[in-house]
């Protein structure tokens, strides 16, 4: 989106990414969008302890571009992190922030 003086916005691109996106981060060193997502919203709406809801973070590279490259940074079926909601990275350490669970620290 665009923001303009009046504070209007205006599209200005739409990814399609095939997850839930909860968050979004700019990496202010490298421009890069970091999207903290949930690959299955029922189980994050209907928990169960036995199948719990993943966790995956996404970078967004050149978003702006004819082509933007999308990664997949983390990804875990939520044996080890559940409901990833916000991912930051900040000299080479990922930091993934969940709605109800706990955060992970990743270097990388």
Known sequence: MKIHDNWDLTRLKVIQLDTLVDNLIIDPDTGDILAGCHPNAMKLLIYNPKDPPG???????????????ISTVYANSGSVLQGSSVAVVHNRILLIGT?????LYCEL
């Open 55 to 69: 966790s995956e973070v996404l970078r967004i590279q050149d978003v702006l571009s004819e082509k933007p490259r």
């Open 99 to 103: 709605i109800f669970h706990k955060a």
